[in-house]
């Protein structure tokens, strides 16, 4: 099975056909998709003007879209190195099972629903790069009262999530499920008291 790297390069390959360099890129996500596959896509073309369903768009949109990936996924390979490199500093300091706070990271190993959106339609504007960076710096910082992404305070707990965990706080101004460590103990309250498909109105 080709690796992300791989795709990559036939989607840069001018010698490959459009179909196969769009299939490639469309295979990429297989292996990093922040927002799910279908929603990282749907976000992919809504940036870089590639219509869904045309199997043979322009090549410099196919690369700018790629751009953006790789882009987004060296974001996130660093931020799991720096996680490998504390969860051995603990190891070696004798804490052997991870704490509740790193159930998040483990959910989301190699990036595949970092930032999930149920909806694939409903999706950050930012760049990928951008809206992770924003993530894993709320991650560093003490809890907050709304989303790291948008800033939004308007969030719904949604059950029944098309990924684990399998419900949670979903922002209703970008549509990502927040991960819930970086959310104060009132704002997870306020989600919960939001019922499923509301829009909540939050000062």
């Known amino acids: 099975m080709a690796g992300f790297r791989s795709l990559a390069r036939q989607v840069r390959d001018p010698g490959n056909d459009l179909a196969l360099r769009r299939y ?18 749907d976000h992919l073309c809504v940036r870089h003007g590639i219509g ?39 190891k070696h300091a004798g804490l052997r099972i ?22 694939p339609s ?18 560093r910082t003490v809890p907050g009262a709304g989303c790291p992404v948008c800033g939004g305070r308007a969030l719904v707990w949604q059950r029944d999530l098309a990924h684990d965990p399998w419900c949670g706080p979903v922002c209703t101004g970008c549509g990502i499920l927040v991960p819930q ?21 939050v000062a």
């Not at 991870?98 to 909806?119: I, K, L, M, Q, Y």
């Not at 409903?122 to 991650?139: F, K």
């Not at 970086?182 to 909540?200: H, I, N, P, W, Y």
């Open 24 to 41: 490639s890129l469309r295979k990429c996500l297989e292996r990093f998709a922040p927002y799910g596959h279908r929603a990282t896509w």
């Open 52 to 90: 869904p369903e045309d199997r043979a768009p322009d090549p410099a949109r196919l690369v700018a879209a790629l751009d953006e990936l790789e882009a987004a996924r060296a974001v996130w390979l660093g931020y799991e190195a720096e996680f490998a490199a504390r969860r051995k500093r603990e």
């Open 98 to 119: 991870p704490g509740s706070f790193d159930d998040w990271h483990r959910r989301t190993w190699g990036g595949f629903g970092v930032a999930w959106c149920d909806d």
């Open 122 to 139: 409903v999706h950050p504007e930012r760049p990928l790069a951008e809206v992770l960076g924003r993530i894993i710096a709320a991650l």
């Open 181 to 201: 460590p970086v959310l104060t103990a009132e704002a997870l309250v306020r989600a919960k008291s939001v019922r499923r498909g509301a829009l909540a109105s």
